[in-house]
């Protein structure tokens, strides 16, 4: 280990390659690095959530849930089951042990469930099955709304903007919420109906049977072969109420018209949405598990802008109600900002007790060539720029300069003794050597358990004691051949004596350290004589500081509390209120 000191010194341009070919690779893998608010975190629990339409809570029970909790009751790593039936839908919540493989159980959950589908009640929708997921939330919500009638502008956004916002790099879904959705609704007389001798069920096999397109088959010649297709789509409101329904032998045929009323009218309602009081109709946008949000969101923000100007004759207009990106993009930019000043005030504090300019710019060059090589850690582990990485970067800003401040100040030391630079710089670092690599490995070893923890927790302590991990076995090698190289260069003994402004700033620095030493010597030499003083005081605030917690003075929490500006109001209500009594209240 001592002779990559002297490579260092005598053969420079290697260590010039090295740590230019990895400044260079952290800077390219940190723009190719995803910037998310918290890391990835993949909760180990599934919901299940079938519906059945008309069916009671208690058949809903028995003839679904009971059976679909029997199915997967014998799923690997499970750790509960929970359920709940009500009216029309069951949920099944399925709780796995901490470091399951959520995706691999997603797929035996779904095997599980093919396996007692012909048991299950032939009227229920094919059960759905969700991961619980930080990603599932959406990133952004807008509203769109137009000067066009709200039936053709809910067709629009259906056809053009949600499928244009949907193509776009990253985005996982978009879903619409509310709005007008057209609707042709056959009123049936049941008075005529029974005059006629007729069913419902036979307007309704009607009307089918005159609305689909059929395949007829294929014809072919010498050049191409064409697809024939029997095409009996309803294109206006005279064809359905002219559908025939019945042929009466000698009285004609009775038709749609004869017996219902047919009205171009709009969908019931389940969803409302507004904004500022205004009818709009919703988007939510939610990005792919490995997207870039900042990024997903200000490619959604470019093509909403295209939208409204492409149909600005309909005055079409997108608002955007939250967006998660403008609170990551502060977040991360307030880290790094913090990140920038913690190492301005490294640089500050360095000169002040070094009182040696080269010695200061010699130890802030460290602290770059050790952060940004972390970068490439964190993009070969898939990890991405969040609140925990970028914090744990700006903690380690002074964990940084330790080795390299021991070193230089060891290197000094030689130097007074006489040593050439060249010489001391080779002697000091040799000296200092295992002393250096003991700091930086008990550092080390503290955060190697965070990032081997598995689970929930580990999800989220990993991008955090890597990027230090990393960071500070980078900065072991900088001190030993970065710094040396410099100092066997540029080193130089300040003298405290001279004149000038930085003689007198030297003197200063050096009356003001002698008197904090005599301070602490007198503090150290009165505690020695009242030890017993000393121990009891100790102990009273050792078990003072446990029982902060019993008494409710600090709390716990899974993640601290953030103020994103923004609430959300819930009103919970009767089942049976009706989304007319809803819009009232």
């Known amino acids: ?20 070919v990895l400044t260079l690779g952290g800077l390219v893998c940190y723009n190719m690095l995803n910037l998310n608010l918290i890391p990835k975190v993949d909760v180990p629990i599934l919901t299940i959530a079938t519906v059945y339409p008309g069916a009671g809570a208690t058949e809903v029970e028995t003839s679904v849930t009971k059976k679909i909790e029997d199915a997967l009751s014998t799923l690997e790593n499970l750790d509960k089951i929970n359920s709940t039936s009500r009216e029309g839908i069951s949920i099944v919540a399925v709780q796995f042990r901490e470091g399951t493989d959520i995706n691999r159980s997603v797929q035996d959950a779904q095997r599980k469930i093919n396996a007692i589908k012909a048991n299950l009640p032939k009227e229920i929708l094919d059960p759905t099955i969700d991961k619980i997921s930080v990603d599932d939330q959406p990133i952004m919500r807008l509203a769109a709304s137009s000067s066009l009638p709200s039936t053709e502008f809910y067709k629009l956004v259906e056809d053009r903007v949600q499928p244009r916002l949907a193509k776009l790099p990253g985005v996982g879904s978009v879903n619409m919420i509310g709005g007008s959705e057209r609707e042709i609704r056959v009123n049936i007389d049941a008075e005529k109906l029974k005059a006629y001798n007729l069913s419902i069920l036979q307007v309704l096999q009607a009307i089918q049977t005159a609305n689909m397109e059929i395949p007829a088959g294929n014809i072919e010649n010498t050049d191409a072969v064409y697809s024939v297709r029997l095409a009996a789509k309803y294109t206006s409101l005279d064809e359905l109420r002219n559908t025939v329904i019945m042929n009466i032998p000698n009285g004609g045929d009775v038709k749609v ?42 490619l959604a923000k470019a093509e909403l802008a295209a939208i409204e100007k492409e149909y600005a004759g309909s005055n079409v207009k997108f608002e955007i109600a939250t967006d998660d990106s403008v609170f990551t993009k502060a977040a991360a930019h307030s880290v790094v900002f913090d990140l920038f000043l913690a190492i301005i005030i490294v640089a500050i504090v360095c000169f002040i007790f070094l009182h040696n300019l080269r010695s200061a710019l010699i130890i802030m060059i460290a602290v770059p060539l050790s952060i940004v090589p972390a970068f490439i850690a ?19 800003v002074g964990i940084l300069v330790d080795d390299s401040i021991v070193v230089i100040e060891n290197m000094f030391h030689h130097m007074e003794r006489g040593k050439t630079k060249w010489h001391a710089a080779i002697d000091g670092c040799k000296q200092i050597m295992f002393t250096v690599m003991a700091i930086t490995f008990v550092i080390v070893v503290v955060f190697l358990p965070l990032a081997i923890t598995g689970g929930l927790i580990g999800n989220i302590l990993h991008e955090f004691a890597i990027p230090i991990i990393v960071a500070t076995l980078t900065s072991l090698l900088v001190s030993f051949t970065v710094t040396p190289l410099l100092m066997s260069r540029f080193g130089k003994l300040s003298d405290d004596t001279r004149p000038t402004l930085s003689g007198r700033f030297s003197r200063l620095v050096e009356q003001v350290f002698n008197a904090l030493k005599n301070g602490y010597g007198k503090i150290l030499a009165y505690g020695l004589k009242h030890k017993v003083m000393i121990l009891v005081t100790t102990s009273v605030l050792l078990i003072g500081s446990f029982a902060l917690f019993p008494m409710g003075l600090i709390g716990f929490a899974f993640m601290p509390d953030t103020d994103q500006g923004e609430f959300v109001v819930n009103l919970d209500m009767n089942p049976q209120v009706t989304v007319y009594q809803n819009n009232q209240i």
Do not use: H
């Open 378 to 396: 964190l993009y070969a582990l898939g990890y991405s720029l969040n609140m925990m990485s970028l914090m744990a970067l700006s903690l380690v």
């Open 257 to 298: 018209k004869d017996v219902a009323e047919v009205q171009d009218g709009i969908a019931e309602q389940t969803f409302i949405n507004r904004i500022d009081s205004r009818d709009a109709i919703g988007l939510t946008i939610q990005k792919q598990s490995d997207a870039n949000a900042v990024q997903v969101a200000d």
């Open 1 to 20: 280990m001592s002779n990559i000191v002297e490579k260092s010194i005598k053969k420079p341009l290697l260590i010039v390659v090295i740590f230019t």
